[in-house]
């Protein structure tokens, strides 16, 4: 593609016009430069074809481009701190984003844009892969905070709606403007359309000088400002404001998983990451020449009816190895691989076996840490002490959960149906109990199962879609709110009983939450960039940008202050949900990125389902009162 200079130069002149109240003379010095700098030729009549005027076309044609650009050098500038500041990845992919769309129309008039499916999809995608990280804590987090949550999004809703409306009416803003800023503060586009509706009508009576399409345009640039700016400042306010106040992120977020980890000790829940891990067991295997007599002829089973608390695993007998798995009968001279309790064996497994001796092949024992559903057998009802006697062979319990919570698993704890029993051992011993407990061993994997993956999308984007209309305004949850309630779901299930849903490897549950939030990010800013322009006119930008930022920031503001010297709640936990009582997802991300967890999450969906239908009444509201 080519221009002409003198068209470019038309085109900068044209765009200062529109800039100059607000954009200062060396901005628009260093816009001239750049597309000056661009041309090959020197003369009046030469063509503009340099290389940046072909990298925008390119990225204008190949918005696929455009998006991994965006995400390419957004990642690297968000980890780039000042005095310990810095954007983040989510803010800075959308720094880059507008300020690659933007440049691209101010200086050769090429608009990029991104299809709108494609941020929907990376959208629900990352709700989904949420709601698998957090519907353990939701239930508990709701059960808990659910009236806070509730007070929260009244809070930060009413306050917006405040702010906006007697603002535009001190600042003697037209009619649209006030329905505008709220939709832009709160970043819900569904708020125009209600707006609109109230014109159309007839609900708002438009006064005489005026007309629809003034009031549309007036409410197309209080979005339009209000949106970019609301954007960016949310996600640094609500990933700093911990900070702000003096708290510390990442030990707040680590008491919050600790508070609403659900139980006795730190495993962690059945289905969520680092269930298969085996950690630190008071139990390990040691290797011994047998000596005594009296083990002489027994089989393992046989020894293991005598010594309950020790199983052997392994015989080596000169250059053979044999398997417990196969019942080997002792001899005089093997050396046997004994596990049990560390303690126990320093103090007992010389005298009962005989000398310990360094044996690779007797301890070589790889060990698997499954999760088993109790189903109904002969088994349940009865004690753990029972149950290792009869089916515990070179097993240990770690954990047991009923109803997704753990609990102490002692002794005399008795195994009741439908509970998640954690064991770790050798994986054919583990199989073994799996089957007499009537369930099958679930352990992590690399293995995501994408038909369940699929189906909670499905849905999610039909119970978010399905809207009810009352009074003329839209009520619906929303798609992505849909999807995140279906991971919340799915994943509660599955810490009930590991074997629903399918796998889902953490490491695909991360990507999908990562890539999901930057590809929609990066849509968005595709397609705002090029708009930022068209509300820049006259005077009128300033009090836009003021009333959008205090909508903005001001609500969540008031939200923090109720709950952290109110209510006394954890301030990850309360970020999460100032941020989804102000309806943003990216500053969700920002607090989770603040904290190093997905803790913030827990408190999210409750004012973030709350606020979404009440904007849509006081945008209507505001609207009317006009």
Known sequence: ??????????????????????????????????????????????????????????LSENPFVFLFVALAIGYPLGSVTIKGVGLGSTAGT???????????????????????????????????????KVGPQFFSGLARGGIDFIVIGLIVVCANFAIVFFGAKLLDL????????????????????????????????????????????????????????????????????????????VKAGKEAEADFGGGEGTEALPGTAGFSSPGTLPVEIRSYKVEH?????????????????????????????????TNPTIQMGDVIGVRGRYANLIAKGEDKVGTEVDEIRARDIEIEVADIHVGKTEYAGKTIEELGKEIGFGLYCKAIFRQGQAIPHLPQTIVEVGDVVRLAGPKWCVDEAAKKLGGKPIVESTVTETFYLAVSLVIGFVVGHFSVTMGGIPFALGTSAGCMLTGIMFSFLRTRNPAFGGPMAEGARSFLQDIGLSLFIAVLAANVGPKILNSFQGTVVIKIAILGLLGALVPPLLAWLYGLYVRKMNPMILAGACAGGRNSTPAMKGAQDACGSSIPAVGYPVPYALTSMLVLIFGYLAMVMS
Not at 21 to 48: D, H, Y
Not at 220 to 242: D, E, M, N, R
Request: aromatic residues 10%; proline residues 5%; charged residues 10%.
């Open 1 to 58: 593609m080519t221009f002409s200079r003198q068209n470019t130069m038309k085109r900068l002149a044209k765009a200062g016009e529109r800039l100059k109240p607000k954009l200062c003379p060396p901005l628009l010095v260093i816009l001239c430069f750049i597309s000056l700098g661009a041309n090959a030729a020197s003369s009046e009549v030469a063509t503009v074809s340099g290389p940046i005027a072909y990298l925008f076309n390119y």
């Open 174 to 249: 037209a009619p649209g403007y006030a329905a505008g800023i709220i939709s832009g503060s709160y970043t819900v586009t569904a708020v125009m359309g209600v707006a609109q509706s109230a014109v159309s009508s007839g609900a708002y009576h438009i006064p005489e000088g005026l007309t629809a399409d003034t009031i549309g345009a007036n409410m197309a640039a209080g979005y339009a400002v209000s949106y970019v700016l609301s954007t960016v400042f949310i996600i640094l306010f609500i990933k700093y404001l911990p900070a702000m106040f003096g708290i510390d992120p």
């Open 293 to 325: 007599e009296e083990l002489v002829g027994k089989s393992i089973r046989e020894l293991f009816a005598l010594y309950p608390n020790a199983a052997v695993l392994k015989v080596v007998r000169g250059d053979d190895v044999f398997d417990a798995s």
């Open 94 to 132: 959308l720094v880059v984003g507008i300020a690659i769309s933007l440049s691209s129309y101010v200086l050769y008039d090429i608009s990029i844009t991104a299809p709108g499916l494609v941020s929907d999809i990376f959208l629900m995608m990352f709700m989904y892969a949420i709601g698998m």
